[in-house]
């Protein structure tokens, strides 16, 4: 059981958007920063947003996120297959003393 | 270019321990604070801990807490990760990642470079 809830999939066509959700407390993501993570098949985790709403050089800017109370969001726009992946949202619970992680989401592009 | 390249894949005993390492490259290694993350096959990312290069500090997540040691070789950029009576539950990939952490109106921790991880698999 994940501090922080992701759903556990969604899927969008190419070329539509879709958004991930992330939902925290207020020991975590209420009063911290968020950050998202693309994982590929296979791979390690890959930085995509930190800070809520920084994309590290390199990150295209159809990747965004964008936090509000207790609950972060990650938005894709103009979806590509290559996007096909486990996306994580993840921040510091000041209760736990531990970086927590959402369960993961995998998106499919149908 | 920046670095963290882990060890290859181990294969345990139940009760014994493994230790990972995970050399950095391309940047000043005791600048910032190392974490390891796990992921069992098929789950998500689990949070293991840290260790500040600099100083050796250490802080585990409460879950491994008494059977995970962190520890760091300054002079070779490396930085370490054992864990120790192994079980089943253990089987997971491993990875080291580097710290990007600070305090603004609350705190700001990701982690901007990965390792590639090292798959540990515990069976007898």
């Known amino acids: 059981q994940s501090v922080l809830t992701q759903p556990p999939s969604v899927s969008a066509a190419p070329g539509q958007k879709v958004t991930i959700s992330c939902s925290g407390s207020?020991?975590?993501?209420?009063?911290?920063?968020v950050s998202w993570y693309q994982q590929l098949p296979g791979t390690a985790p890959k930085l995509l947003i930190y800070?809520?709403?920084k994309r590290p050089s390199g990150i295209p800017d159809r990747f965004s996120g964008s936090k509000s109370g207790a609950s972060a969001t990650l938005g894709i726009t103009g979806l590509q297959t290559g996007d096909e992946a486990d996306y994580y949202c993840?921040?510091?619970?000041?209760?736990?003393?531990?970086?927590?992680f959402g369960g993961g989401t995998k998106l499919t592009v149908l | 270019q920046l670095h963290l390249v882990q060890s290859g894949a181990e294969v345990k005993n139940p009760g014994a321990s493994v230790k990972v390492s995970c050399k950095a490259s391309?940047?000043?290694?005791?600048?910032?604070?190392m974490h390891w993350v796990r992921q069992v096959p098929g789950q998500g990312l689990e949070w293991m801990g840290r260790?500040?290069?600099?100083?050796?500090?250490?802080n585990y997540a409460q879950k491994f807490q008494g059977r995970v040691t962190m520890t760091r070789d300054t002079s070779i950029n490396t930085a370490y990760m054992e864990l120790s009576r192994l079980t089943s539950d253990d089987t997971a990939v491993y990875f080291c990642?580097?710290?990007?952490?600070?305090?603004?109106?609350?705190?700001?921790?990701?982690?901007?470079?990965w390792g590639q991880g090292t798959l540990v698999t515990v069976s007898s």
């Open positions: 990642a580097r710290e990007r952490g600070s305090y603004s109106n609350g705190w700001s921790y990701y982690f901007d470079f």
């Open positions: 391309g940047y000043s290694f005791t600048d910032y604070y």
């Open positions: 260790i500040n290069p600099n100083s050796r500090g250490t």
């Open positions: 207020t020991s975590n993501i209420g009063n911290n920063y």
């Open positions: 800070d809520n709403n």
């Open positions: 993840g921040t510091w619970d000041s209760s736990l003393i531990a970086v927590v």
